[in-house]
C-alpha cells in the first residue's frame, strides 16, 4: 500500500517538475531587403512578454513554460507585422530566421498630415486627435485618424488637449490651448516617424499623459535606418505638391549617429478656394554614445509654413457657391491674395541625455522654442463691412425684413453676389486713397500677432524593481512668455491708421502715437507670462495572469497678464502687471488586467485628474485688461473604461466601453451680439459647464488567408452637456444702458438651459468595413466604407438664458414666446448623415539596391458634399429677433458650417537607397 502511494508521489512531483521546467524558444529577425536587423522590433507573447532583439545581429531568445500554445507577435514601426504560432514541447525551439517586409502603408501618415495641417481642423476646429493616432496599430485608432478623421471625428468625443505630445520625452502641448501644434514638426514625417503611442490610461514609460493618451516623437538618429530617402507627392488636399529628402547614418562605430531632413511643400490653391500653402522643413540631429550606459542627442527643427485660412459659411451662401467657397480671397493683379493668412515660424532646439542599464533608464532634456503664430484679418474703420457674405449683401437680408419682405431687392443682392463674390482689393485702396481720406485708411490688413518663447526642463525614470515591477518617476518645469500684439501689415494705399476703437470712440493706446503706420503695433499689446512644474510617479507589477498599475501626479500652474498698451476704457486695470493666478492639481490613475490565457483578457482602469485651464480661459478680455474670470476654478475629470482583448490567430479585436465627466470647466469666447442686454462685441465667459462623454468602441481584424484582411470597426457615443452653466457677457465698451450691465461693461445673464443638449464633438456614431488585398508580389489594394452620424452644430448659450424671453424695448417678456415656440426655434440643428467610401494601393520594387515605392489613396470617391460640423450664430440674442429672422425660413444669421472635401487623391513615389 505504501509503494503505490509512493511511486504515485514520485510521479505527480516529476510531473510538477516537468510542468515548471522553463524552455527557451529562439531565433533572428531580419529586414528582407538588406538582411541586417530591424531597429525597433518588440516581440511579444500572449502572457505579456515584450522583448526587442540585438540591435546588431538581430538575434532574440524567449523562457516560456512547456506544453503551452503561444502566438509571437512581431511589429516594427514602417513594417508588416507577422503572428507566429508554435507549442513548446520538452526541447527547445528555434524559428530560425524571421524577414520582415517593408510596409509602404506607412505613407498613410504623409495623407493624414494633409489633413492635421488643415485650419479647418486646427483653428476653427480646436484641433481633432488624428496626428496623436498615426503611431498605434489598433484596428479602430488606425480608422479614426485615416477614414473618419475626414469627417472630423474625435475619439470619444475628446478633444486633442486631452492628449499629450512629446519630443525626445518633453512636452510639447501649447499653454495656451493645451493642444499640440503639429505644424511645429510638419513635413519631417521620415524623422518623426518613430513614436510610441500610449492609449487612454495605459502606463507610458514619458509621463503621466492624458485620458485620450500620450505619442513620445523619438528622433535619435541611432534608430533610424542607414541611407538615403528621397520622395514626391501630389495632392488636391490643403497642398499641391511636396518633396522631401532625408539621410541617417545609422549607428556609426565611433559612437557618432546624425540624420538630416528637408522637404518642401506648396500650392497656390488647395482643394478650398483660395487657401495657398507654401511650407519649408529643416531638421537635423546629432547623438554621440559617450559609452554603452551613455548618450547625447541633439536635436533641431525648424518648419516656417505660411497657409490661407477660409471660413465656415451658411447654408444660403452653401446653395449660391458650394461647399469650395471661400469669402477670404479676391484676385489683385490677376493672382491670388487671401486676407486671413496664417504663419507659422517656432524653431525648436533639444538637447537630451540617455542613461541605460541593466535596472534604470533616464532621460533627461531641455528644450528652447521661439517664434511667432501670426494670423492676418481686415480691419475696417467707419467703412462698410468688405466681407461679400456679410448678412446685409445676401438675399435674405431682403427677405427677411421687418418692414416686409422685397423679393426685387433680394433678387438684386442674389445676381450682384454671384457676380462679385470674392473680396474686392482695387475697391479697397480706391476708397483709402480718396483725397478726402488725407492718407488715413479706412481699411488695412492686419496681423493678430503670438510670439512666444518656451523654456522646457524634463527628466524621466525607469527602474526595474524585479523583471516583473518597475517603477517610473519624473518631473517636468516649464517657463513660457507669450507676446501679443496686433501689428499693421498692410495700410492698403493709406499713409496711417488712427487708433481708435470704433465702437465707443477711445483711445487703444493712450500713451502711444494716435497715428500708427505699417509694422507698428496698434490696438492691444500684452504680455502672458505662464510657469509650471509637473511631477509624476508610477508603479506596476506584472503577473503570468494578471497585471496592474498606480500612478499620480502633482503640478503647479501660474499665469500673469502684463499690459503694455494703456487702454482708455479700462485706464489702469489695462497697463502692468496684473493678479497672478496660481493652481495646484493632482491626479490619480490606476488599473488591472486578468488574462484569462494568451488569447483572452480583459482590462479595467480609472482616473481622477484636476486640471488647470488652459490661459486662453483665464482672462476674460486680455486684449484690453487684466480682469481674470471671476470664481475660477481648476477643471477636474473622472473618466473609466473597460476593454475585452481578443488575440486569436486569425482574429483580433477590441470591445472598449468608457464613461467620463468633465467638471467646472470654463469656456471663453468672442463675437458681436445683438440683444435685450446691448449690441457690441463681447466677451461670452461660459462657466461652471460639466460635460459627460459616454459610450463603446469595437475594432476586428480577421485575416482570411495571407492575402486578404477583413476589418470591421465601429464607435457609439453619446456626448452632452451635463449641467446648466453661467453666463456672463462682458462689453468692450460700458456704456451700454441696462440695469443689468454693471460699470465695467458686464452683464450677467444667469444659467443657459442646455443641460441634456449634445457636444459638437464630431460624429457621436461611427461605422467602418474594410478590405484589404496583398499580393505575393509586393502590390496591395484596399477599400473601406464608412458611415458617420448623430453629428451636431454647436449651440449658444445666450440664447437658451432668460434674457432671450425679454423684448428690449419694454422690458416685459414677448408674449407668443411660449415654450413651445422657444422650443422650436432653439432645437438643436443636426448634421446630415455622411457616406463615404475611399480606397489606398501600392507596390513596392527592390531594384540595385534601391527601394521603390508607390503609394496612392483616393478619399471621397463618390464626390459627396457633407457637413462636418458647424455653430449657431449669437447675433440675435433674444426670441424677437430670431423668430423674424425665420420666418422665411432662409435666415440671415442662420448656423454656419465648415464643409468636407470632395473626391481628392494622395501619389507618393519614394527611393531608398538601401546602405
Avoid at 333 to 347: C, H, L, S
Avoid at 547 to 559: M, P, Q, R, V
Avoid at 845 to 862: M, Q, T
Wanted: hydrophobic share 35%; aromatic share 14%; proline share 3%.
Amino acid at each position: 500500500m505504501v509503494k503505490p502511494l509512493v511511486l504515485s508521489l514520485f510521479i505527480f512531483a516529476s510531473l510538477q517538475a516537468r510542468a515548471q521546467q522553463k524552455m527557451e524558444v529562439y531565433g533572428i529577425v531580419l529586414d528582407y531587403n538588406n538582411q541586417e536587423a530591424v531597429a525597433g522590433v518588440q516581440l511579444e507573447l500572449p502572457r505579456f512578454q515584450v522583448a526587442e532583439p540585438d540591435p546588431i545581429s538581430g538575434k532574440f531568445v524567449f523562457t516560456v513554460t512547456p506544453n503551452v500554445e503561444y502566438i509571437l507577435t512581431i511589429q516594427a514601426q514602417d513594417y508588416i507585422s507577422k503572428r507566429i504560432p508554435f507549442i513548446v514541447t520538452d526541447q527547445a525551439i528555434d524559428l530560425g530566421t524571421i524577414f520582415l517586409d517593408r510596409d509602404i502603408t506607412y505613407e498613410k501618415s504623409d495623407n493624414l498630415i494633409t489633413l492635421t495641417d488643415s485650419d479647418l481642423l486646427e483653428d476653427e476646429m480646436s484641433s481633432i486627435t488624428s496626428g496623436m493616432l498615426q503611431a498605434s496599430r489598433d484596428v479602430f485608432l488606425n480608422r479614426a485618424a485615416f477614414d473618419f478623421g475626414q469627417a472630423f471625428f474625435r475619439v470619444r468625443g475628446y478633444g486633442s488637449e486631452n492628449g499629450q505630445v512629446l519630443l525626445n520625452g518633453i512636452p510639447m502641448n501649447k499653454m495656451i490651448s493645451g493642444r499640440p501644434q503639429w505644424n511645429n514638426w510638419g513635413g519631417l514625417n521620415d524623422v518623426t516617424r518613430n513614436q510610441e503611442f500610449t492609449q487612454g490610461l495605459q502606463l507610458s514609460d514619458h509621463t503621466f499623459g492624458g485620458i485620450l493618451g500620450s505619442t513620445n516623437i523619438n528622433t535619435r538618429p541611432s534608430g533610424f535606418r542607414k541611407g538615403t530617402r528621397i520622395s514626391s507627392s501630389a495632392s488636391n488636399r490643403t497642398y499641391a505638391g511636396r518633396l522631401m529628402a532625408t539621410y541617417s547614418s545609422g549607428r556609426g562605430h565611433n559612437g557618432l549617429s546624425y540624420s538630416f531632413s528637408a522637404s518642401r511643400r506648396w500650392a497656390t490653391e488647395g482643394y478650398i478656394e483660395g487657401t495657398l500653402y507654401d511650407a519649408y522643413s529643416l531638421f537635423g540631429a546629432l547623438e554621440y554614445a559617450v559609452d554603452q550606459n551613455n548618450s547625447f542627442l541633439f536635436t533641431a527643427m525648424m518648419t516656417p509654413n505660411r497657409r490661407g485660412r477660409s471660413s465656415a459659411i451658411t447654408e444660403e451662401v452653401f446653395n449660391l457657391k458650394g461647399a469650395k467657397y471661400n469669402p477670404y480671397w479676391g484676385n489683385q493683379k490677376e493672382a491670388i491674395r487671401n486676407a486671413r493668412e496664417r504663419k507659422v515660424a517656432e524653431p525648436i532646439l533639444m538637447l537630451n541625455h540617455f542613461y541605460n542599464s541593466n535596472k534604470w533608464d533616464v532621460n533627461t532634456g531641455i528644450s528652447y522654442q521661439f517664434g511667432t503664430d501670426a494670423r492676418s484679418r481686415l480691419g475696417y474703420y467707419n467703412a462698410p463691412n468688405p466681407d461679400p457674405t456679410y448678412y446685409r449683401y445676401l438675399p435674405s437680408f431682403y427677405i427677411n425684413s421687418p418692414i416686409g419682405a422685397n423679393f426685387v431687392s433680394a433678387n438684386m443682392a442674389k445676381v450682384g453676389f454671384l457676380k462679385n463674390p470674392q473680396l474686392d482689393w482695387n475697391r479697397l485702396y480706391q476708397v483709402n486713397t480718396i483725397p478726402t481720406m488725407e492718407g488715413k485708411s479706412s481699411y488695412l490688413l492686419y496681423d493678430d500677432t503670438l510670439k512666444e518663447s518656451h523654456l522646457n526642463i524634463n527628466s524621466v525614470a525607469n527602474y526595474r524593481i524585479t523583471p516583473s515591477m518597475k517603477i517610473d518617476f519624473g518631473g517636468t518645469y516649464r517657463d513660457t512668455e507669450s507676446d501679443n500684439f496686433a501689428h499693421i501689415k498692410d495700410l492698403l494705399g493709406g499713409a496711417f491708421h488712427e487708433d481708435i476703437d470704433r465702437f465707443s470712440n477711445t483711445l487703444n493706446d493712450v500713451e502711444g502715437s494716435l497715428m500708427k503706420t505699417e509694422g507698428d503695433k496698434f490696438n492691444y499689446s500684452y504680455k502672458i507670462n505662464s510657469q509650471v512644474l509637473r511631477l509624476f510617479s508610477q508603479f506596476s507589477i506584472t503577473r503570468s495572469k494578471w497585471e496592474g498599475f498606480l500612478a499620480g501626479n502633482y503640478s503647479t500652474t501660474s499665469y500673469q497678464r502684463e499690459g503694455l498698451f494703456r487702454n482708455e476704457r479700462y485706464n489702469e486695470n489695462s497697463i502692468g502687471k496684473g493678479e497672478k493666478v496660481e493652481f495646484s492639481n493632482f491626479g490619480a490613475k490606476g488599473g488591472v488586467t486578468y488574462k484569462f490565457n494568451g488569447r483572452h483578457w480583459i482590462s479595467l482602469s480609472g482616473a481622477y485628474i484636476m486640471k488647470a485651464p488652459v490661459y486662453q480661459n483665464v482672462f476674460i478680455n486680455p486684449r484690453e485688461n487684466n480682469e481674470i474670470v471671476p470664481n475660477l476654478q481648476r477643471e477636474k475629470v473622472n473618466t473609466v473604461d473597460f476593454n475585452y482583448y481578443l488575440r486569436m490567430l486569425n482574429l483580433t479585436g477590441r470591445v472598449t466601453g468608457f464613461y467620463s465627466r468633465f467638471q467646472n470647466t470654463t469656456d471663453v469666447n468672442f463675437f458681436y451680439v445683438d440683444a435685450g442686454v446691448g449690441s457690441d462685441f463681447v466677451q461670452e465667459v461660459v462657466s461652471d459647464l460639466d460635460k459627460l462623454h459616454m459610450g463603446t468602441e469595437l475594432g476586428l481584424e480577421y485575416q482570411v488567408s495571407s492575402s486578404v484582411k477583413l476589418t470591421a470597426v465601429a464607435a457609439v457615443g453619446k456626448y452632452l452637456y451635463a449641467s446648466d452653466p453661467m453666463v456672463t457677457i462682458n462689453f468692450d465698451t460700458s456704456g451700454a444702458e441696462d440695469d443689468i450691465i454693471d460699470p465695467l461693461g458686464k452683464s450677467n445673464l444667469g444659467v443657459s438651459n442646455i443641460k441634456g443638449l449634445k457636444l459638437s464633438q464630431g460624429p457621436q456614431l461611427a461605422y467602418a468595413l474594410g478590405v484589404e488585398y496583398r499580393d505575393p508580389k509586393y502590390w496591395w489594394i484596399g477599400a473601406t466604407t464608412n458611415y458617420l452620424g448623430n453629428n451636431f452644430a454647436g449651440i449658444s448659450t445666450i440664447t437658451r438664458t432668460a434674457s432671450f424671453y425679454i423684448d428690449p424695448d419694454t422690458g416685459s417678456q414677448f408674449p407668443n414666446a411660449t415654450e413651445e415656440n422657444v422650443q422650436k426655434l432653439l432645437s438643436q440643428k443636426e448634421l446630415d448623415d455622411i457616406y463615404l467610401l475611399n480606397m489606398v494601393g501600392g507596390k513596392s520594387w527592390l531594384k540595385g539596391g534601391k527601394y521603390i515605392s508607390v503609394f496612392v489613396s483616393v478619399n471621397n470617391i463618390f464626390d459627396l458634399a457633407y457637413r462636418t460640423g458647424g455653430y449657431e450664430q449669437s447675433r440675435n440674442g433674444n426670441f424677437g429677433q430670431l423668430l423674424q429672422d425665420n420666418l422665411s425660413g432662409s435666415p440671415s444669421f442662420a448656423p454656419k458650417y465648415w464643409y468636407g472635401y470632395g473626391r481628392t487623391y494622395f501619389i507618393n513615389l519614394a527611393v531608398s537607397f538601401l546602405c
